[in-house]
């Protein structure tokens, strides 16, 4: 039964990836786009408009329409190349310098410590990489040859420890507890006298806990270990500080805080071992090169800049509480069926993300209910975005000890600006339907 589902499931997505193939534009000479009195205006996209209500702003959010404006000039006009010496090279290194700027006051860092990068992809893989390869060479493997991450890490993460560990490096995963959390005591157990570096999640992408960031990080100091953290989820929806958190490097992607996608940051602390992994020209302050993506450097600060604001901030992730609160109330009195992944304490904004809950369906798999749930007009996520096109149940809820079959059956709503009261009665109201059927 479980495999016809899934054989309908893949003929279902077919038939909608061909009714929304996108129209990408041959160009035949002359203007090759719409002039811009003809055109939507980019942040009234299908995903927002009113017959559908988007709840995966984990996955990815809307374009900010203040980081779209700012990042205009420079796909046009002023699109020098960065690294180059006349004016509109300078004019570009300009922006490219001032975006920095901006986006290093928004991570609590100094800008020569901020490095751009396509993603938080590459920002988790260049530093996981970059730190151990260049702390070993440095130290050698006596000193600095074991690894230590969290076993509910993004991929992002995962797979460049598996990639360490194949070049040499012993590796240990620590597990979260129950509710979702890295112990101190658990990552003090998993530390060695040679453990290079230490890599947690500042808050994970598919539960919503904030781990305890500035206690791990002092955990792994203590036994002279370096500490990473991939911030990607925690950036613009909880006050963040690299400063005040005392981490030795950090991840950021834009496209989760209102920014472009394929543009990310990393934060590094001035004085740690580092070996580039994108080798090339000098871009970067030698740490990543490649011509730089200034438009997407621009956006990302202006979006960044724009969440971190601490006014915004603050209000955005109450109004967000209150929306999660309420809609977990809901899902709580539809019965038994329905139970959160991890406890989520009303009104917790310290060690939950405003905006996300996740939780699973008894009896019902994941992939049919986001399937009728998308008929019905709401996206969303089984688990992490990347990996919402397998049938393998979430490695995360795994890692909390959560059944198999019960982790099939998960299901995550992640709000963001647009998300109201109205949109998340709809969403309950077509759940509840769904569990009567
Ligand atoms: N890390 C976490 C925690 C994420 O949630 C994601 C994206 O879902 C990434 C890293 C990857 O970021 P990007 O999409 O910018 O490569």
Redesign the pocket.
């Known amino acids: 039964m479980f495999h016809s589902t899934i054989g309908i499931l893949y003929v279902m997505r077919h038939v909608i990836a061909k009714a929304h193939r996108p129209v990408i534009m041959r160009y035949h000479g002359g203007m090759p786009y719409a002039p811009t009195s003809r055109r939507r205006p980019a942040h009234a996209s299908p995903a927002t408009s009113p017959e559908r209500v988007y709840l995966d702003h984990?996955?990815?959010t809307p374009l900010a329409p203040e980081a779209l404006e700012a990042m205009m000039p420079y796909f046009a006009a002023s699109f020098g190349n960065a690294s180059t010496l006349y004016r509109e090279g300078r004019q570009a290194r300009e922006a490219l310098e001032q975006a920095r700027e901006v986006l290093a006051e928004a991570l609590g860092a100094s800008p020569p410590e901020v490095c751009f990068t396509?993603?938080?992809?590459?920002?988790?893989n260049a530093l996981i990489a970059g730190i151990c390869i260049a702390s070993r060479r440095r130290l050698g493997a006596q000193k600095a040859g074991h690894v230590v991450a969290s076993a509910f890490?993004?991929p992002?993460?995962l797979e460049p420890v598996a990639a360490l560990k194949r070049a040499g490096f012993e590796v240990t995963l620590v597990r979260p507890g129950h509710d979702g959390f890295v112990s101190p005591d658990a990552l003090k157990d998993a530390l060695k006298d040679n453990t290079a570096l230490v890599s947690v999640?500042a808050?994970?992408?598919e539960v919503g806990t904030i781990q305890p960031v500035r206690e791990l990080a002092a955990a792994a100091h203590e036994r002279g270990a370096l500490f990473h953290t991939?911030a990607?989820?925690a950036l613009g929806k909880v006050g963040f500080s690299v400063a005040e958190l005392g981490v030795d490097a950090a991840?950021f992607?834009?496209?989760?805080v209102g920014g472009p996608?394929?543009?990310?940051a990393f934060y590094l602390r001035r004085t740690t071992p580092f070996e580039p992994q994108q080798l090339g020209g000098g871009q970067e302050g030698m740490r990543r090169a490649g011509t730089q993506n200034v438009a997407g450097a621009v956006g990302f600060a202006t979006a960044a800049s724009r969440a971190c604001e601490p006014g915004r901030l603050l209000a955005e992730a109450a109004r967000l509480v209150a929306l999660r609160d309420g809609l977990a109330a809901r899902l709580a009195a539809l019965g038994a069926r329905v139970r959160m992944s991890v406890p989520l304490p009303p009104g917790d904004v310290q060690r939950h993300l405003p905006g996300l809950v996740s939780f699973t369906v008894n009896g019902l798999d994941s992939q049919t209910m986001l399937v009728s749930l998308d008929e019905a007009g709401f996206a969303l996520s089984a688990a992490?975005?990347?990996s919402a096109s397998s049938l393998k149940a979430s490695h995360v809820l795994l890692s909390l000890g959560m059944p198999r079959d019960r982790a099939l059956g998960a299901l995550r709503v992640s709000m963001g600006e647009q998300t109201n009261a109205r949109q998340i009665d709809a969403f309950v109201h077509t759940l509840s339907g769904m569990l009567k059927t």
């Open positions: 984990a996955a990815t396509s993603g938080g992809t590459e920002s988790n890490e993004h992002a993460v999640m808050a994970n992408n991939d990607v989820q991840s992607s834009a496209h989760k996608k394929g543009v990310g992490s975005a990347c």
